[in-house]
């Protein structure tokens, strides 16, 4: 797989060429200038070659299989029976909840499309059968149970037309919160974001690679309280009692048993940064030096009482 500075036309052309077509595809439109490329190997590394050759962005992905293309079509009958096998029932979503936009589909329209056709259907089976009812789930989403994750197997990821779809069905957004091991999304989000909206948004991830994750999710919430402020109130306290069950501290569905305590969040404080340019401590001289002796043992000399002072030394 080969990340490039290529729009989805411009891509799609390159991928048409005589000595490409057929070896490679479009896996994944990341954003208005950004694709990936998917695979056979070898034509990978010319393309590779060629778009450098010609100072155009190109950098291979560090995996092991050419997702989202031809190469991953010998896997699907055997992944389909496979997740068929599982029964897989899908709720309910929330009316009132998240807008989920599909990847695969690039937009809300044709999914919704696909779920009432799969109503229709189920409804039409059950009229001929009233007593099969394997294929109504009951949430009217049994289009996305089987056949949907296969299509996101081999089909390309429409990351930007889901994004756009998005910011214009689901907007506008105060800030964006990547759930994931690492903010990998920011650049190509933040292209498309400029190119939808004109401007970015505020935008975090709730884990960083190489950085723990408690700290980084804690900074993420912090960095999202910073910039909405009341506008969007954030529960602080049950994001500290969700650590309680590890240590022994009564919290959310923990029952306090003996010498547990609820710790209270203080609220209403400063909202200003704290000033450091005056001390509030007062330390004498004499601890002071003691504290701070800067000179080692001398054999002859010894070492500084702590009552010294630069004009009479002791």
């Known amino acids: 797989m080969l990340a490039v500075g290529l729009s989805w ?38 393309v590779e070659a060629h778009l450098t050759a010609e100072g155009t962005f190109a950098r291979k992905l560090k995996v092991d299989m050419a997702y989202h293309s031809r190469h991953m079509e010998a896997c699907a009958p055997a992944y389909l029976a496979s997740l068929r096998s ?21 937009d809300v329209d044709s999914v919704l499309a696909d779920v009432e056709k799969d109503d229709n259907d189920n409804n039409d089976a059950n009229d001929d059968d009233d007593d099969d009812d ?26 930007e037309p889901a ?12 800030a964006v919160v990547e759930v994931g091991p690492h903010p990998a999304l920011k650049g190509p989000a933040t292209n498309i974001f400029k190119a939808s909206l004109g401007a970015s948004l505020p935008y975090v991830s709730v884990m960083q690679r190489g950085h723990d994750e408690v700290e980084a999710f804690s900074s993420g919430l912090g960095y999202l309280w910073e910039h909405l402020g009341s506008a969007v109130p954030i529960d602080f306290d049950g994001y500290r009692r969700a650590f309680y069950a590890f240590d022994g501290v ?41 504290r701070l002796a800067d000179r080692p043992y001398h054999g002859l000399l010894g070492r500084r009482t702590p009552d010294s002072t630069p004009g009479r030394m002791r």
């Open 9 to 46: 036309d411009g891509a799609s052309g390159l991928c048409a060429r005589p000595e490409y077509v057929g070896r490679i595809s479009v896996a994944a439109a990341n954003s208005p200038t950004s694709v990936t490329l998917s695979g056979d190997a070898d034509v990978i590394d010319q």
């Open 86 to 106: 599982c029964g897989i029932q899908v709720q309910q979503p929330d009316p009132v909840g998240c807008v989920w936009v599909s990847s695969v589909r690039g």
């Open 134 to 159: 394997d294929d109504d789930d009951g949430s009217r989403l049994g289009v996305v149970r089987d056949q949907y994750w296969v299509d996101n197997l081999t089909n390309p990821v429409l990351f």
């Open 163 to 174: 994004v756009e779809c998005a910011l214009w069905r689901a907007g506008p957004f105060d």
């Open 250 to 290: 009564a919290g959310a569905g923990v029952e306090a048993g003996a010498g547990a305590r609820t710790p209270r969040l203080v609220k209403s404080l400063p909202a200003y940064r704290w000033d450091h340019s005056k001390v509030h401590w007062r330390e004498s001289r004499l601890s002071r030096n003691f």
